[in-house]
């Protein structure tokens, strides 16, 4: 079960659905209840340039995979079948193969991996692992579960389709018929290959505030 951490001292500013600014506050801190404040709100951390301080965001549209509208295709399927994924076995080294500064456009830096490491061990953050048949882990993702919540951070693969089948991992982890959303900040011609989809910003603060009551799921519950 994950430990609530003490609240934050900070106060995010309220979404103006009138607005499409999607940067609403620089600063504050990435300690575990403010990481968590941001996201029941609808809000996340990113750097705002490498190096830089800590934005909190709120895109407009907000990207979301839903749960019954994966798109596997016949070749993932068969990936799927060669490659063995595991739920919180190496929550570490995903992260740190995701903050690889090496990938073009990375954004996470130590305080981030420290701040969702420290989340991980509070319960909050997951990962799913892809390993090959030779037991190396070849591709992964991690994120933050709260409630009926998943929202996705980052993924990564160091084989053809693997983080593609972490996530269809995840989505059989999340599909258990209870009122959730995966929400994965942007769209990307990437991510919409796999059915995800742009939603008004307002739609997403309305399901997020009914999913987050949700229990979280079994697998993740017991890790």
Same mark, same amino acid.
């Given at each position: 079960?994950?430990?609530?951490?003490?609240?934050?001292?900070?106060?995010?500013?309220?979404?103006?659905?009138?607005?499409?600014?999607?940067?609403?506050?620089?600063?504050?801190?990435?300690?575990?209840?403010?990481?968590?404040?941001?996201?029941?709100?609808?809000?996340?951390?990113?750097?705002?340039?490498?190096?830089?301080?800590?934005?909190?965001?709120?895109?407009?549209?907000?990207?979301?995979?839903?749960?019954?509208?994966?798109?596997?295709?016949?070749?993932?399927?068969?990936?799927?079948?060669?490659?063995?994924?595991?739920?919180?076995?190496?929550?570490?080294?995903?992260?740190?193969?995701?903050?690889?500064?090496?990938?073009?456009?990375?954004?996470?830096?130590?305080?981030?991996?420290?701040?969702?490491?420290?989340?991980?061990?509070?319960?909050?953050?997951?990962?799913?692992?892809?390993?090959?048949?030779?037991?190396? /882990? @070849?591709?992964? &993702?991690?994120?933050?579960?709260?409630?009926? #919540?998943?929202?996705?951070?980052?993924?990564? !693969?160091? +084989? *053809?389709?693997?983080?593609?089948?972490?996530?269809?991992? /995840? @989505?059989?982890? &999340?599909?258990?018929?209870?009122?959730?959303? #995966?929400?994965?900040?942007?769209?990307?011609? !990437?991510? +919409? *290959?796999?059915?995800?989809?742009?939603?008004?910003?307002?739609?997403?603060?309305?399901?997020?505030?009914?999913?987050?009551?949700?229990?979280?799921?079994?697998?993740?519950?017991?890790?």
């Amino acid at each position: 079960m994950a430990i609530e951490p003490p609240a934050s001292p900070w106060i995010f500013p309220p979404v103006d659905l009138d607005d499409d600014q999607e940067l609403l506050a620089v600063g504050a801190d990435l300690a575990p209840g403010t990481i968590l404040a941001a996201y029941r709100q609808g809000v996340f951390p990113m750097p705002v340039r490498d190096g830089g301080d800590i934005g909190w965001w709120s895109p407009e549209p907000r990207a979301v995979l839903p749960l019954n509208e994966l798109k596997i295709s016949k070749s993932l399927r068969r990936s799927c079948s060669r490659y063995t994924t595991t739920i919180d076995t190496a929550f570490d080294r995903v992260v740190e193969a995701c903050a690889d500064p090496n990938r073009p456009h990375g954004w996470i830096d130590d305080q981030i991996k420290r701040s969702y490491q420290e989340l991980h061990q509070l319960g909050w953050a997951h990962s799913v692992e892809t390993w090959d048949d030779g037991g190396a /882990l @070849v591709g992964g &993702l991690y994120g933050v579960s709260i409630g009926g #919540l998943f929202a996705g951070e980052s993924m990564f !693969h160091h +084989a *053809t389709d693997a983080s593609k089948v972490a996530l269809v991992r /995840l @989505v059989e982890v &999340l599909n258990d018929g209870q009122p959730r959303i #995966l929400d994965v900040q942007w769209r990307t011609d !990437h991510l +919409a *290959t796999l059915g995800v989809i742009s939603i008004r910003r307002a739609d997403y603060l309305d399901v997020l505030a009914a999913v987050l009551p949700t229990p979280l799921p079994d697998a993740f519950a017991t890790t």
